[in-house]
Nanobody, 127 residues
Framework: QAQLEESGGGSVQPGGSLRLSCTAS????????MGWLRQSPGKELEPVAQ???????YYASAVKGRFTISKDNAKKLLLLQMDSLEPEDTATYYC?????????????????????RGQGTQVTVSS
């Protein structure tokens, strides 16, 4: 089984919603910090949302109030509900995990660790 595998990407009009899911192996799901990263063509990889094993969540400024990260412990799923999508949200989204971090706080524009990543799922927001 792949350590992380994303699903749920697609195309949507501005203002629409998508829900991304990430299936994790048992060991990976136990990581202290899990999150979603994204990368647009020509841009650096950036963090979107992160959640620690206690359920504390952190968001990039660009998505705060529009995206919600959560975990389904019974199914070992990491979820990202994306509402009010904007063309600027167009990117490949990656599920990621890191068991070595001692602080899961998100810093805009900086990816710390998260050496375990999925293959990515494309999200396109366009009219």
């Amino acid at each position: 089984q792949a350590q992380l595998e994303e699903s749920g990407g697609g195309s949507v009009q501005p203002g629409g919603s998508l829900r991304l899911s990430c299936t994790a192996s048992t060991d990976t799901y136990r990581s202290y910090c899990m999150g979603w990263l994204r990368q647009s063509p020509g841009k650096e990889l950036e963090p979107v949302a992160q959640i620690d094993s206690d359920g504390h969540s952190y968001y990039a400024s660009a998505v705060k109030g529009r995206f919600t990260i959560s975990k389904d412990n019974a199914k070992k799923l990491l979820l990202l509900q994306m509402d009010s999508l904007e063309p600027e949200d167009t990117a490949t989204y990656y599920c990621a995990a890191d068991s070595t971090l001692i602080d899961c706080t998100l810093v805009d524009g900086y990816v710390f660790g998260f050496d375990v990543r999925g293959q990515g799922t494309q999200v396109t927001v366009s009219s």
